[in-house]
């Protein structure tokens, strides 16, 4: 298994999401032509409503 080290400074207040590319990759079609900032707003609160549901994994 692979590691990497995530300064605290870009993790942020719990902002940062980590999905497969396969996954952003599937959203990124769903979007369409173009991704905008907003886009990726949605798809974070999805993944934190996943998360607080019991069906994403924490990283640590």
Not at 30 to 50: H, I, Q, T
Request: proline share 3%; aromatic share 4%.
């Amino acid at each position: 298994m692979a590691m990497i080290t995530i300064p605290k400074k870009l993790a942020g207040n719990d902002d940062l999401v980590v999905i497969p590319k396969k996954e952003f990759d599937e959203l990124i079609a769903r979007a369409g032509n173009s991704v905008s900032e907003e886009n990726v707003l949605e798809w974070s609160r999805e993944a934190k409503k996943l998360r607080r549901a019991g069906k994403l994994a924490r990283l640590s």
